[in-house]
């Protein structure tokens, strides 16, 4: 038996191509059929860390971050959805969807690590903003996906009060900042090597062979 592969996933819940990066990366491993050798961790990004309280119009948002035009971003969106769709997950996307705050989400995530129910805990969150048209900057729907995955929804509500608890989160975004991270997915294995972006499932598991098969043997 090997000593099992640490790969942190740099991420936000509201970045699609995060979703596509992930459910790509779970297909690898699972068609290698290394489920029980991978360790995953997801780590805070916010692709927005200044998105006032009431969100603002994704259409809008992307023209003034990107200058995308709603042609492009039709057909961004289009090959998100058909990518999507091959993974078995669904992005609705529609008019009036909104770009929210994530801040309380990477909250959460982090109490869910406690608990080993990280990677549910962002499913949950990322397909009630993508395939569920919800506002995961609300406490209700937060304490719907807390629920969802089995967890303690009014002990891990708190956490969202603790100044300590957000700092340490601020930190950890700092951190992976420092460490030159400005684009997600990053996703990296064993602190050591990183690849970005959805990369193709094929792609992953050429990654994850190599690296198995280096890692010692307990």
Known sequence: MKEKLKIDIVSDVVCPWCTIGYKRLEKAISELGLEDQINIEWQPFELNPNMPTEGQNVT?????????????????????????????FKFDYFDDMRMVNTFDA?????????????????????????????????????????????LNADDALKTLDDKETRDAVRRQQDYWKHMGVNSVPTIIFNRKSAVTGAQPVDTFKQVLSELIAEQPDL
């Not at 809008?60 to 078995?88: F, N, P, V």
């Not at 969150?125 to 304490?143: C, E, G, I, W, Y």
């Open 60 to 88: 809008e948002h992307i023209t003034e971050k990107y200058g995308s035009t709603l042609e492009q971003q039709k057909q961004s969106q289009q090959m998100m959805t058909d990518a999507g769709a091959e993974l078995g």
């Open 106 to 150: 990477h909250v959460l995530l982090e109490y869910a690590k406690e608990f080993n129910k990280q990677t549910e805990l962002k499913m949950a969150l990322t397909k009630a903003f993508f395939s569920d048209r919800k506002d995961v900057s609300k406490k209700s729907v937060l304490k719907e996906a807390l629920l969802e995955v089995g």
